[in-house]
């Protein structure tokens, strides 16, 4: 099979690699779409840990159940999931042709969702889940909140803010998102209750003074160039609160003023139940079966969530197959990459 793979100095080329084969408890699934996070050049690049030459990129993906292996899904299936595209123990990647991943880790599509709209949810989606109910123990959707609670949610328009916008107002949150002002209707649009500009140097007073200093709860989508100190501002400065991040904070911790703040980075690849080494991420050196059950159950609500509705996939832009990958690569590198994902045809 064709497939995306890491090659010298830091590059990435299509290459003839072997058509894994599943073990038990995984199944073949024949790939249809892929989309474009920004952690799959980070992997190239090599800047959180080091990837070397033959590994297959790609996380997220949509496609057809190729070979069930004795699980419950059946032939020709619809299903996506994401992987820990470039990992080596099991090896991973969904930049191919075909990808082995476990049965348990993927979701049926729905009849009247896209295999571009279903390849554009699985890891943003999944953050949003861990950071929001496994990290900060917000009320779930399947049992929201009685009394309504303030929520941040930093970088709205980011893929993972997006969907981290809904499920807080599943959960009965009051949602404060931010975001440049152009976007501010369409960020309504996704069920945040406010919506503040992050380009007001005062933003952070801002949200304090919108949530009557009580704010307890935030997440932060970007968590760099100085936005974890300025949504730790946003925190409550008698209570309190937690701040989850999707980038490391070991640095950072030392430089929040508000000692009652805790603060959390998450990383999405330990719903694999697996210790993981990936940069300074908190919860990685240790087995999360608490991680890859949680995944799994929402895994389960997606069909329903996705088919009534209730979640809004992700814009898209379609860039084309396999060989246009890198120039998706770059596009994310300049900076051209916003308020939507890139997505790649591959059968």
């Given at each position: 099979m064709k497939a995306l793979v890491v090659a010298e100095g830091k590059t990435a080329k299509v290459q003839d690699v072997d058509v894994p084969k599943p073990n038990q408890g995984e199944i073949l699934v024949k790939t249809h779409y892929v989309a474009q996070n920004p952690t799959d050049w980070k992997?190239?690049?090599?800047?959180?840990?080091?990837?070397p030459p033959g590994r297959i990129l790609g996380c997220d993906f949509a496609g057809t159940v190729q070979d069930p292996n004795g699980s419950h899904w059946r032939e020709g299936q619809r299903v996506a999931g994401f992987v820990f595209?470039?990992?080596d123990n099991p090896p991973r990647g969904a930049f191919a042709e075909y990808l082995v991943t476990e049965a348990t880790l993927v979701y049926p599509i729905p009849d009247n969702v896209s295999y571009q709209d279903a390849a554009v949810i699985p890891l943003a989606f999944a953050t949003a889940v861990q950071a929001m109910f496994g990290?900060?123990?917000l009320p779930e959707p399947s049992q929201p909140a009685k009394s309504v609670f303030p929520f941040l949610v930093n970088g709205g328009t980011t893929s993972v803010g997006q969907y981290a916008i809904q499920l807080g107002k599943l959960a009965g949150a009051f949602v404060i998102a931010t975001g440049s002002s152009q976007h501010h209707e369409w960020l309504k649009s996704l069920g945040a209750d406010a919506v503040i500009d992050y380009k007001d140097p005062n933003w952070p007073e801002n949200v304090q003074n919108l949530t009557h200093d009580r704010l307890e709860f935030a997440f932060d989508c970007i968590s760099e160039n100085g936005t974890v100190e300025a949504v730790a501002k946003t925190i409550s400065s008698t209570k309190g609160g937690h701040i989850v991040t999707t980038l490391p904070v070991d640095k950072i911790r030392d430089k929040i003023e508000n000692k009652k703040v805790k603060l959390e980075s998450t990383i999405v690849y330990t719903v694999f139940g697996r210790p993981v080494k990936y940069g300074n991420f908190d919860n990685c050196g240790e087995t999360t079966p608490q991680d890859k059950?949680?995944?799994?159950?929402?895994?389960a609500m997606l069909p329903e969530l996705l088919s009534s509705g209730k979640i809004k996939p992700n814009r898209w832009r379609e860039l084309g197959g396999l060989d246009s990958i890198p120039t998706?690569?770059?596009?994310?590198?300049?900076g051209k990459v916003r308020t939507e994902k890139l997505v790649y045809k591959i059968a």
């Open positions: 992997n190239m690049l090599s800047i959180l840990e080091p990837v595209g470039a990992s990290r900060l123990k059950a949680l995944w799994e159950k929402y895994l998706g690569f770059q596009e994310h590198l300049e």
